[in-house]
């Protein structure tokens, strides 16, 4: 099984600024993906990042908001913009490999 | 439409058997059904996977009928330590294609002393 190294495992922030979450998996991974999770909540779906190219968005999310890179097949970031207190949540990057999604430990942002 | 539908909790007790099932109704030929694990503060966890019929493996086993339109996770003799939540999930997840893990809002388990 992959191990996807996710940091900063928690932070908190001032609205209006910015954090960037790192993502590198131990081994290459076909697709990335990168997820939110409310307390209490299901997983859903940020965008899956390309390898190489602008990540695709899905519906409520923006890339000026949520900007991803994917410099390479085993590395993402995800940065969250302009931060104010609803994005406080849980942000997971996950890969998927041929069979299988693994998942990183997640980053718990505050924001405040 | 949600590609699956489960219970939204359930309670068991320890050294019992805990079955969840999932309905699928709209599944495709090519999907294959996938069981993740969530613990609080951690990301989810594979469980198991399958076709059709049985799977088993040193976790749980994954029993699924002919029709493919629902699938019941076992997980025998649960602890403490098997409160989670459980998530049901269905795709074309081999050959390489475009499947992207999809959650709904799963099934939290609460095994109790």
């Known amino acids: 099984s992959a191990v996807i190294s996710q940091k900063p495992s928690r932070d908190i922030c001032q609205r209006g600024t910015s954090l960037t979450i790192q993502c590198q998996v131990d081994s290459q991974v076909t697709m990335m993906f990168w997820y939110r999770q409310q307390p209490g909540q299901s997983l859903t779906l940020i965008a899956t990042?390309?390898?190489?190219?602008?990540?695709?968005?899905e519906s409520g999310f923006v890339i000026d908001k949520f900007p991803i890179s994917r410099p390479n097949l085993t590395f993402s970031t995800l940065t969250v913009s302009n931060m104010s207190p609803e994005d406080s949540s849980i942000y997971l990057c996950?890969?998927?490999?041929?069979?299988?999604?693994?998942f990183g430990q997640g980053t718990r942002l505050t924001v405040v | 439409l949600a590609k699956t539908t489960q219970p939204i909790s359930m309670d068991s007790y320890e050294g019992q058997e805990v079955n969840i099932t999932c309905s699928h109704n709209n599944i495709a030929t090519n999907d294959y059904i996938t069981w993740y694990q969530q613990f609080p503060s951690q990301g989810p966890r594979f469980i198991i996977q399958?076709?059709?019929t049985k799977v088993t493996n040193e976790v749980a086993s994954l029993f699924i009928p002919a029709d493919r339109k629902s699938s019941t996770l076992s997980l025998p003799r649960v602890s403490l330590s098997d409160t989670a939540v459980y998530y049901c999930?269905?795709?074309?997840?081999?050959?390489?294609?475009?499947?992207?893990?999809?959650f709904g809002r799963g099934t939290s388990l609460i095994v109790h002393p």
């Open positions: 399958g076709y059709k």
């Open positions: 990042a390309n390898q190489g190219s602008e990540a695709t968005y």
């Open positions: 999930l269905v795709g074309d997840t081999l050959g390489g294609g475009s499947y992207i893990p999809t």
């Open positions: 996950s890969g998927r490999s041929e069979t299988e999604a693994f």
